[in-house]
């Protein structure tokens, strides 16, 4: 397994096959953080590519939150494989009530925002998901872009982290 830095002095299509899991569906996000050469470390890439994030317009954000599957998802097809480790792990033992009532609120809230209620299940236990689903709803769509955007950051540092094999510390 190659390091970040060494990935960097590497080409671009290996650059951008190597990272484009880390965002959903983003091959092209990895090969437009191609140009911020050199990446000396994870954490290095990690900062430009939130600072990347950020900088998009909230259409491209909204583009890119479409992008995630919702959670425990009757559809397993929308799953990568990074999604589907991540479901596995924290949803293995989920009660059919709790799985029952996240199916529920992903649906009312994708009928008021359009698009999927996003947590990062490696930081978030089911209670937690179901506390800040309730919670989050009543949201407005301009704070739940960036709750939304904030999530797939941290969702992003584990995928990294899982890579390269480091201790997560951010
Ligand atoms: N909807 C949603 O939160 N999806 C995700 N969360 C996470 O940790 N991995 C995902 O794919």
Redesign the pocket.
């Known amino acids: 397994m190659s390091d970040i830095a060494c990935l960097s002095k590497g080409s671009y299509v290996t650059f951008r096959n190597e990272l484009s899991g880390i965002i ?1 569906d983003g091959a092209w996000i990895a090969g437009a953080l191609f140009d911020l050469k050199p990446f000396v470390s994870i954490e290095d890439y990690y900062t430009k590519l939130c600072d990347f994030l950020s900088q998009l317009s909230v259409i491209a954000q909204v583009g890119i939150i479409r992008c ?4 425990i998802s009757t559809d397993k097809t929308t799953l990568s494989k ?2 589907t480790d ?2 596995e792990m924290r949803f293995k033992n989920i009660s059919t009530s709790s799985t029952l009532t996240i199916r529920e609120l992903n649906s009312q809230y994708i009928e008021k925002f359009q698009f ?7 930081e978030n236990s089911v209670e937690n998901i179901l506390e800040l689903m309730h919670a989050r709803i009543g949201n407005t769509y301009q704070e739940e872009v960036k709750m939304n955007m904030q ?1 797939i950051q941290r ?1 992003a540092w584990y995928r990294l982290v899982d890579k390269f094999k480091l201790e997560a510390k951010l």
């Open positions: 959903e995630y599957p919702q959670l990074e999604s991540e479901h999927p209620f996003i947590s990062c299940v490696k999530q969702i």
